[in-house]
């Protein structure tokens, strides 16, 4: 860039902006495309974006761009004025964050990432492919994809906030089939994410082949109430969804069933949840968020007690709290790492006790944080009968209520999974109704 973000910034206030708020973010990789087991694309990605926000009266303009030059950082700046001038007040805007100390972050960069060349990334798919093609006749494969990225952000503000940083990922997903026959089995998905080329492709290969193997021969399952084992996935959705529901922008407008709950027990005793924006390696962590606060660890559910919300400035100021690192915009909250700690049982152990269950793996529906329904679809799951997995089922439909069942877990697993940004067991829940399609 040929002019500085503080430039930009101190422009932006000279123009006529109370405050003033930029980010730049650059990203660049290559994304291989699968179908039908065959490579379908290589493409290489690259962008930049340059965003402004500026904040006069409390009134508050956005604008964006991807041309650097001298002129068009000056149009940018009269874009985003205009767009304030003729935007609503927002009564409730306090300030941008102060300057604070960043924390060091490990793991959130892997050289061999920035380094991989075309030739190597279709060299993993063509692993991939021949792992899963090889393993058993009955499977195909029926698309997937490989992506990475290096990107880097650089953020600042008028009150002297600065930072920068940058970090890699990489992440695969496949989906597979099997056929016997005539009879066709649920689809299958297996995926992987690392912020380092660290992913043992034949591990995620064997595994999603077996997925899909099992899902042969699945039978109807009669109507039934019983115990519920979440896989990885639906353990991931669930606990995102409970999460939601501790984001300050959905505590302050009323949307959130948890919003005076605060101290109270609303779990098992042995459920905590911490939200770890600095977890080595962790797939959304960073030196700060997207206002350019630091990210740290915030213990939200600790042995079932609710301890603390998420918050950026915006709503940390609404609600006389503190900022926590979690700003997704300067008005809105999200969460970095979701880390759920781990259970005390084995898989084999976590089903020995259950007489009538079912293990889902993956679940087509709703889960609500702003009523806690949880409703949909079973798929890729399985009957439990007297602690043994019996058959493969075909796709029932199971209810709940997210935070009833907050209450009904009854045991997790030791091992855990990443998967994206939640660190999560496998979960068994009681009192679950599924009912037959």
């Given at each position: 860039?040929?002019?500085?973000?503080?430039?930009?910034?101190n422009?932006?206030?000279?123009?006529?902006?109370?405050?003033?708020?930029?980010t730049y973010?650059?990203?660049?990789g290559?994304?291989v495309?699968?179908?039908?087991?065959?490579?379908?694309?290589?493409?290489?990605?690259?962008?930049?974006?340059?965003?402004?926000?500026?904040?006069?009266?409390?009134?508050?303009g956005?604008?964006?761009?991807?041309?650097?030059?001298?002129?068009s950082?000056?149009?940018?700046?009269?874009?985003a004025?205009?767009?304030?001038?003729?935007?609503?007040?927002?009564p409730?805007?306090?300030?941008?964050?102060?300057?604070?100390?960043?924390?060091?972050?490990?793991?959130?960069?892997?050289?061999?990432i920035?380094?991989?060349?075309?030739?190597e990334?279709?060299?993993?798919?063509g692993?991939?492919?021949?792992?899963?093609?090889?393993?058993?006749?009955?499977?195909s494969?029926?698309s997937?994809?490989i992506?990475?990225?290096?990107?880097?952000?650089?953020?600042?503000n008028?009150n002297?906030?600065?930072?920068?940083?940058?970090?890699?990922?990489?992440?695969?997903a496949?989906?597979?089939?099997?056929?016997?026959?005539?009879?066709?089995?649920?689809?299958?998905?297996?995926?992987?994410?690392?912020?380092?080329?660290?992913?043992?492709?034949?591990?995620?290969?064997?595994?999603?082949?077996?997925?899909?193997?099992?899902?042969?021969?699945?039978?109807?399952?009669?109507?039934?109430?019983?115990?519920?084992?979440?896989?990885?996935?639906?353990?991931?959705?669930?606990?995102a969804?409970?999460?939601?529901?501790?984001c300050?922008d959905?505590?302050w407008?009323?949307?959130?069933?948890?919003?005076?709950?605060?101290?109270?027990?609303?779990?098992?005793?042995?459920l905590?949840?911490?939200d770890?924006?600095?977890?080595?390696a962790?797939?959304?962590?960073?030196?700060?968020?997207?206002?350019?606060?630091?990210?740290?660890?915030t213990?939200?559910?600790?042995?079932?007690?609710?301890k603390?919300?998420?918050?950026?400035?915006?709503?940390?100021?609404?609600?006389?709290?503190?900022?926590?690192?979690?700003?997704?915009?300067?008005?809105?909250?999200?969460?970095?790492?979701?880390?759920?700690?781990?259970?005390?049982?084995?898989?084999?152990?976590?089903?020995?006790d259950?007489?009538?269950?079912?293990?889902?793996?993956?679940?087509?529906?709703?889960?609500?944080?702003?009523?806690?329904?949880?409703s949909?679809?079973?798929?890729?799951?399985?009957?439990?009968?007297?602690?043994?997995?019996?058959?493969?089922?075909?796709e029932?439909?199971?209810?709940?209520?997210?935070?009833?069942?907050?209450?009904?877990?009854?045991g997790?697993?030791?091992?855990?999974?990443?998967?994206?940004?939640?660190?999560t067991?496998m979960?068994?829940?009681?009192?679950?109704?599924?009912?037959?399609?």
């Open positions: 860039m040929g002019i500085s973000l503080e430039e930009i910034v422009m932006a206030v000279k123009s006529g902006a109370d405050e003033a708020h930029v973010v650059e990203s660049r290559y994304s495309a699968i179908n039908i087991g065959e490579i379908s694309d290589v493409i290489w990605r690259h962008s930049r974006v340059l965003e402004l926000i500026v904040i006069k009266d409390k009134k508050i956005v604008a964006t761009t991807n041309d650097l030059s001298t002129s950082i000056d149009d940018l700046i009269k874009r004025l205009n767009m304030a001038n003729s935007s609503p007040k927002n409730w805007w306090s300030r941008l964050p102060e300057p604070k100390p960043y924390p060091e972050v490990s793991g959130t960069y892997d050289k061999r920035e380094e991989l060349r075309p030739e990334i279709i060299e993993i798919a692993t991939a492919m021949k792992e899963i093609s090889s393993y058993d006749k009955r499977v494969l029926r997937g994809v992506n990475s990225s290096i990107s880097k952000r650089i953020i600042a008028s002297g906030v600065y930072g920068e940083d940058k970090g890699t990922s990489i992440s695969m496949f989906v597979v089939l099997a056929k016997e026959k005539e009879k066709v089995g649920s689809f299958a998905i297996g995926h992987r994410e690392s912020r380092n080329l660290d992913i043992d492709i034949q591990e995620l290969s064997r595994e999603v082949t077996e997925k899909a193997l099992t899902s042969l021969n699945a039978r109807p399952v009669k109507s039934f109430k019983g115990s519920l084992i979440m896989g990885y996935d639906v353990a991931m959705q669930f606990f969804t409970v999460v939601a529901a501790m300050g959905n505590i407008k009323g949307r959130s069933p948890l919003a005076n709950k605060k101290g109270e027990v609303i779990a098992v005793e042995n905590t949840i911490i770890d924006g600095i977890m080595p962790g797939y959304s962590s960073s030196k700060f968020d997207a206002e350019g606060s630091p990210r740290r660890r213990v939200l559910i600790e042995r079932g007690e609710l603390s919300f998420l918050h950026n400035t915006y709503t940390a100021s609404i609600l006389n709290e503190e900022a926590t690192g979690n700003a997704s915009s300067l008005l809105s909250v999200g969460p970095s790492n979701i880390d759920i700690k781990p259970g005390d049982y084995t898989f084999e152990e976590l089903i020995e259950v007489k009538e269950g079912i293990l889902v793996e993956r679940f087509s529906g709703h889960m609500r944080f702003e009523d806690g329904l949880l949909g679809v079973a798929k890729q799951a399985f009957k439990i009968e007297n602690g043994k997995i019996t058959y493969p089922v075909k029932c439909m199971i209810f709940g209520n997210v935070y009833q069942m907050l209450k009904q877990i009854s997790m697993t030791k091992e855990r999974r990443n998967c994206y940004f939640v660190v067991p979960v068994k829940v009681e009192n679950i109704t599924v009912v037959s399609r």
